[in-house]
Antibody, heavy 112, light 109 residues
């Protein structure tokens, strides 16, 4: 059973860069692409972007200037960096694969 | 800016049938939008149900089906169960970029 686990700081200061990692276990990192999605408390889902197994990326235009994603197939890890964090970036961050698997999510709070 | 629209809320009786829809501000939704559907219950991560308009994941109950209906993507639940009460989100593809709908809160009453 493939499992995804997000990890990283639960608290980030405003203006700093958020760095999250998604680790895939229970099998080889499969699927063609991997996405990051976030959800502010009580609100809907927002697609942040995705990284292909080849390393090619696509980003949400509204976040594109601040987002960087990468993949390390040797470590079965996908990474997300989001710079210049503000309170509006406070949310649960999820990683997901194109095969339908999702992580449990990690709550990231931005403090002033 | 592309907007994906879903019904904010729907109510269905146990055993009934309900159809949730997903519309695009750019026009009719076709198979080229590769519609995905997700179910989310309070306090849980979303669960993928449908991909590429009508394909089910191995864990998707048979009562869920996806289709295109009247220029929209649609998710139909037949024989609704109490445990189907949840928020449902659609996701559409726009040439490299994906956009979520605002979600439909489905109440089983």
């Amino acid at each position: 059973q493939v499992q995804l686990q997000e990890s990283g700081p639960g608290l980030v200061k405003a203006s700093e860069t958020l760095s999250l990692t998604c680790t895939v276990s229970g099998g080889p990192i499969s699927g063609d692409y991997w996405s990051w999605i976030r959800q502010p408390a009580g609100k809907g889902l927002e697609w942040i972007g995705r990284v292909y197994k080849s390393g090619t990326t696509n980003y949400n235009p509204s976040l594109k200037s601040r987002v960087t994603m990468s993949i390390d197939t040797s470590k079965s890890q996908i990474s997300l960096n989001l710079s210049s964090m503000t309170a509006a970036d406070t949310a649960v961050y999820y990683c997901a694969s194109d095969l339908g698997y999702w992580g449990q999510g990690i709550l990231v709070t931005v403090s002033s | 800016q592309t907007v994906v629209t879903q019904e904010p809320s729907l109510t269905v009786s146990p055993g009934g049938t309900v159809t949730l829809t997903c519309a695009s501000s750019t026009g009719a939704v076709t198979s080229d939008y590769y519609a995905n559907w997700f179910q989310q219950k309070p306090g849980q991560a979303p669960r993928a149900l449908i991909y590429s308009t009508s394909n089910k994941h191995s864990w998707t109950p048979a009562r869920f089906s996806g289709s295109l209906l009247g220029g929209k993507a649609a998710l139909t639940l037949s024989g609704v169960q109490p445990e189907d009460e949840a928020e449902y989100y659609c996701l559409l593809y726009y040439g490299g970029v994906w956009v979520f709908g605002g979600g439909t809160k489905l109440t089983v009453l």
